[in-house]
T-cell receptor, first 114, second 112 residues
Framework: EPEVTQTPSHQVTQMGQEVILRCVPI?????FYWYRQILGQKVEFLVS????????KSEIFDDQFSVERPDGSNFTLKIRSTKLEDSAMYFC????????????FGNGTRLTVT | GDSVTQMEGPVTLSEEAFLTINCTYT??????LFWYVQYPGEGLQLLLK?????DKGSNKGFEATYRKETTSFHLEKGSVQVSDSAVYFC???????????FGKGTSLLVTP
């Protein structure tokens, strides 16, 4: 069982709507990542988050995306106005120990934008 | 920039066959290399890793050796099982930001 649970497991939303994807709970992990996987394509890095700040982000992570850790536990990814091409699996990831330890992934949230 | 190239799938094998999934990379410096596996309906699981040249990662009968001279990290298993059916992803981390750069994945189907 992963240390982190992603919710919801599946989200269906209409184009233009806002969605919030969550990783819960987080213990004392400091480094978090969001990745996405469009159906049949490679897993793509979106953003990394350390100590309540974005430390690195990809070109995919534009102004429509935001991340935060509002209560010190949940780690969220918000898509402000979804587009059809945002349909994908979204994975939360974290380091098991130190930052140079391998990444571990949650089971993902399947986002379907209609 | 850094990139990972995997052999195209799908790969279909009979049970107990030998498996090789090719992975080559381009990177500046000396990245760490990983294989992740994704079983149907599940997330990514770390299968094995190697952090420097000539290291061999191994787990569950799978092996991969970090070959700096050929910039490769091919995944092998001597005798596959039906339960090995999954998508396998090669990935690298160049340590500049610790984010992973994934290949496109190779789907493996093992038939009884």
């Amino acid at each position: 069982e992963p240390e982190v649970t992603q919710t919801p497991s599946h989200q269906v939303t209409q184009m233009g709507q806002e969605v919030i994807l969550r990783c819960v709970p987080i213990s004392n992990h400091l480094y978090f990542y969001w990745y996405r996987q469009i159906l049949g394509q490679k897993v793509e890095f979106l953003v990394s988050f350390y100590n309540n700040e974005i430390s690195e982000k990809s070109e995919i992570f534009d102004d429509q995306f935001s991340v935060e850790r509002p209560d010190g536990s949940n780690f969220t990814l918000k898509i402000r106005s979804t587009k059809l091409e945002d349909s994908a699996m979204y994975f939360c990831a974290w380091h098991q120990g130190e930052i140079n330890s391998p990444l571990h992934f949650g089971n993902g949230t399947r986002l379907t934008v209609t | 920039g850094d990139s990972v190239t995997q052999m195209e799938g799908p790969v279909t094998l009979s049970e107990e066959a030998f498996l090789t999934i090719n992975c080559t990379y381009t990177a500046t410096g000396y990245p760490s290399l990983f294989w992740y596996v994704q079983y149907p309906g599940e997330g990514l699981q770390l299968l094995l890793k190697a952090t420097k040249a000539d290291d061999k990662g191994s787990n569950k009968g799978f092996e991969a050796t970090y070959r700096k001279e050929t910039t490769s990290f091919h995944l092998e298993k001597g005798s596959v099982q039906v339960s090995d059916s999954a998508v396998y992803f090669c990935a690298l981390s160049d340590h500049s930001g610790y984010a992973l750069n994934f290949g496109k994945g190779t789907s493996l189907l093992v038939t009884p």
